[in-house]
């Protein structure tokens, strides 16, 4: 069979690991070619100083079925990004698909501090990481994907708009970041809607990356030991879940009814019928609303 996006060509901006790396793997998985960035490579390590590289996400993304092409870029750097952007158009004479999933600021956020208590320097850096990278991509990279009809933008953050706006992410640095990637989804979707593109905002739910794994001190092998630590990481998904939810946006020629909306990984599976790497399909903001907030026990049977 046809994969459905042979021949497409696909940027994930950092791509070096978690939701990133599976998203570009899945998009490889139905036949994408892939560039993905980030700034740590096999001979330098960025200031998140660890191991994952974006080699291995290209030769991922190759084994999976794809084309990986890495390239070491700090989308900070404008220069950078319109060199990544003209080889794109070099190499490739168009592009479809966009993931701005570019963030690196956890080491930088302070949690449960006032905004009196908190360090300037590190929030404003963890703003520019969050939000300046994404517009500074998408300045480059949108005037070759308008060039085609059928091109989409994908923000990955973290929450919906719905969630994020009646909730407040513990630090008011990290509250403007997540609420400004779903805005940028939903203003890039009034651009793009002239010229036949799409933009979505998707965010994954409890999410199992290479970090939250060491946090909870398991692999992804035994990863149900950490509900010893949180009995709610039962409801974790891997981040396989989401590369599948945006692969499945990428292939849906109906994909313009998502313009301008801010979905979850859990929601989309239920309409597109993808599942986890366990054949399940984890949906977290249900339980969220349904478990967490209301102190019931914690049982992920019914929500996955």
Same mark, same amino acid.
């Given at each position: 069979?046809?994969?459905?996006?042979?021949?497409?060509?696909?940027?994930? +901006?950092? %791509?070096?690991?978690?939701?990133?790396?599976?998203?570009? @793997?899945?998009?490889?998985?139905? #036949?994408? $070619?892939? *560039?993905?960035?980030?700034?740590?490579?096999?001979?330098?390590?960025?200031?998140?100083?660890?191991?994952?590289?974006?080699?291995?996400?290209?030769?991922?993304?190759?084994?999976?079925?794809?084309?990986?092409?890495?390239?070491?870029?700090?989308?900070?750097?404008?220069?950078?990004?319109?060199?990544?952007?003209?080889?794109?158009?070099?190499?490739?004479?168009?592009?479809?698909?966009?993931?701005?999933?570019?963030?690196?600021?956890?080491?930088?956020?302070?949690?449960?501090?006032?905004?009196?208590?908190?360090?300037?320097?590190?929030?404003?850096?963890?703003?520019?990481?969050?939000?300046?990278?994404?517009?500074?991509?998408?300045?480059? +990279?949108? %005037?070759?994907?308008?060039?085609?009809?059928?091109?989409? @933008?994908?923000?990955?953050?973290? #929450?919906? $708009?719905? *969630?994020?706006?009646?909730?407040?992410?513990?630090?008011?640095?990290?509250?403007?970041?997540?609420?400004?990637?779903?805005?940028?989804?939903?203003?890039?979707?009034?651009?793009?809607?002239?010229?036949?593109?799409?933009?979505?905002?998707?965010?994954?739910?409890?999410?199992?990356?290479?970090?939250?794994?060491?946090?909870?001190?398991?692999?992804?092998?035994?990863?149900?030991?950490?509900?010893?630590?949180?009995?709610?990481?039962?409801?974790?998904?891997?981040?396989?879940?989401?590369?599948?939810?945006?692969?499945?946006?990428?292939?849906?020629?109906?994909?313009?009814?998502?313009?301008?909306?801010?979905?979850?990984?859990?929601?989309? +599976?239920?309409?597109?019928?993808?599942?986890?790497?366990?054949?399940?399909?984890?949906?977290?903001?249900?339980?969220?609303?349904?478990?967490?907030?209301?102190?019931?026990?914690?049982?992920?049977?019914?929500?996955?």
């Amino acid at each position: 069979m046809t994969k459905p996006l042979t021949g497409k060509i696909a940027l994930v +901006a950092g %791509a070096t690991r978690g939701a990133g790396r599976q998203i570009a @793997v899945q998009l490889g998985a139905a #036949g994408a $070619t892939v *560039y993905v960035t980030g700034r740590t490579t096999r001979e330098r390590r960025s200031e998140m100083d660890r191991p994952e590289t974006i080699e291995e996400t290209a030769e991922l993304v190759t084994a999976a079925g794809g084309t990986g092409i890495p390239v070491q870029v700090d989308h900070l750097v404008p220069e950078q990004v319109r060199d990544l952007a003209a080889r794109i158009d070099a190499e490739q004479g168009r592009l479809d698909v966009l993931v701005n999933d570019i963030w690196g600021g956890d080491p930088l956020i302070t949690w449960e501090k006032p905004i009196w208590e908190q360090p300037l320097d590190a929030g404003f850096r963890t703003l520019r990481l969050a939000i300046d990278t994404h517009i500074i991509t998408s300045h480059f +990279a949108l %005037a070759l994907l308008i060039r085609n009809p059928d091109g989409l @933008v994908i923000e990955i953050g973290d #929450g919906t $708009t719905a *969630y994020n706006d009646a909730n407040y992410r513990l630090s008011i640095f990290y509250d403007l970041a997540k609420v400004s990637v779903n805005r940028l989804a939903f203003a890039q979707s009034k651009e793009l809607e002239p010229h036949g593109c799409t933009a979505v905002a998707v965010t994954p739910g409890f999410l199992r990356s290479e970090a939250m794994l060491e946090h909870f001190g398991v692999t992804e092998e035994n990863w149900r030991d950490g509900v010893a630590k949180d009995p709610h990481f039962a409801m974790s998904e891997t981040p396989a879940f989401v590369g599948r939810a945006v692969a499945a946006l990428a292939a849906d020629p109906g994909r313009a009814r998502w313009n301008g909306r801010s979905v979850d990984s859990g929601g989309l +599976a239920q309409v597109y019928g993808f599942t986890d790497l366990d054949g399940t399909r984890p949906h977290w903001s249900r339980y969220y609303e349904e478990v967490l907030e209301k102190g019931g026990p914690a049982d992920d049977t019914p929500y996955r």
